[in-house]
């Protein structure tokens, strides 16, 4: 159980477009789903916090125009890089919190590449 | 804000060797995680610690949190190649509900 799936695994954009990440959690209701962004060989930086209903609470330093968040129901978050360029080109992913003492469930990750 | 402290920042064994990862925090924990990651892939949860001097084993990966909370070691017997990964200690801050992680233990496992 607590499974979060997060879609597409890898995207590649033309620089300018438009992308949108999807978090999913596919056995439990998840009211809260952060976002993070890692860049290679370091850790996790937390870029927001998705609250179901309500608007995003983005860390200090995020551009909340560039990337949006919507959490639409208690299943869904998606994360939008809007005019992406190729330094938004990272990994990003998302996780909930499952409530069940197991800690927060990850997504796989998105790897975007902007080019 | 809550930061973790990992070390040693990389690590490489001889397959077979025992080895310990620290994760020190600058403020008390009130929860702190473990996870194991592969770059470009999804974390996986490892274990959770919450209560001062608890400590928690799964096959050959054991961790403890210290009576204060605020230090962490995860320590791996009997490496394998399969242990190889990025190892993040994650600790979960109350007021928010939101993780903040260490930067991460790369560990190589030389077969």
């Known amino acids: 159980g607590a499974v979060v799936s997060q879609h597409p695994s890898r995207v590649i954009c033309k620089s300018g477009t438009s992308v949108k990440i999807e978090c999913r959690s596919l056995?439990?209701?998840?009211?809260?789903m952060f976002w993070y962004r890692q860049f290679p060989k370091q850790s996790l930086m937390l870029m927001a916090t998705?609250?179901?209903?309500?608007?995003?609470?983005?860390e200090q330093g995020v551009e909340k125009d560039k990337f949006l968040i919507n959490h639409a129901s208690l299943t869904l978050s998606t994360l939008t890089v809007t005019s992406a360029h190729p330094e938004d080109s990272s990994f990003y992913i998302c996780?909930?919190?499952?409530?069940?003492?197991?800690?927060?469930?990850f997504g796989s990750g998105t790897r975007l590449t902007v080019v | 804000s809550q930061e973790l402290e990992q070390s040693p920042q990389s690590l490489i064994v001889q397959e077979g060797k025992n080895l310990t990862i620290n994760c020190t925090s600058s403020?008390?924990?009130?929860?702190l995680y473990w996870y194991k990651q592969k770059y470009g892939e999804g974390l996986i949860f490892l274990m959770m610690?919450?209560?001062?001097?608890e400590e928690k084993s799964h096959e050959k990966i054991t961790a403890k949190l210290d009576e204060k909370k605020q230090q962490s070691s995860l320590h791996i017997t009997a490496s394998q190649p399969s242990h190889a990964g990025i190892y993040l200690c994650?600790?979960?801050?109350?007021?928010?509900?939101?993780?903040?992680f260490g930067d991460g233990t790369t560990l190589t496992v030389k077969p």
């Open positions: 996780s909930a919190a499952t409530q069940t003492g197991f800690g927060y469930t």
């Open positions: 056995d439990f209701q998840a009211t809260t």
């Open positions: 998705s609250n179901e209903g309500s608007k995003a609470t983005y």
């Open positions: 403020k008390t924990l009130y929860g």
């Open positions: 610690l919450q209560k001062g001097g």
């Open positions: 994650g600790a979960l801050n109350t007021n928010a509900g939101k993780s903040t």
